[in-house]
């Protein structure tokens, strides 16, 4: 029997820190999941993503939570706005 299966998160907080402790492991960055902010954005002047953060991103959360997300979709660009939209769209699409 395997007991490496994670507990489901419990809140839509739970969720929002395990996406920014994913990303932040993904991207090698610099700071902690206290330290950014649900609402701020990925891209510019908020956390500062380029299109190539984003895909290796994407790659780790659909490895991670099981969902597709599709280069050419028009949703891309609300998905990926903030950490809240990222965390809303996974908890509402995952299935793992």
Do not use: W
């Amino acid at each position: 029997m395997q007991d490496n299966q994670k507990p489901t998160v419990s809140s839509a907080a739970d969720l929002q820190r395990e996406v920014a402790e994913l990303m932040i492991e993904c991207l090698n960055l610099e700071i902690t999941a206290d330290q950014l902010t649900p609402d701020a954005p990925l891209y510019g002047d908020g956390l500062g993503l380029d299109s190539i953060d984003v895909l290796e991103v994407a790659l780790m959360v659909s490895k991670r939570y099981g969902l597709q997300l599709r280069a050419d979709s028009a949703d891309n660009q609300h998905i990926f706005s903030s950490l809240r939209s990222l965390a809303d769209y996974i908890a509402t699409q995952r299935t793992r």
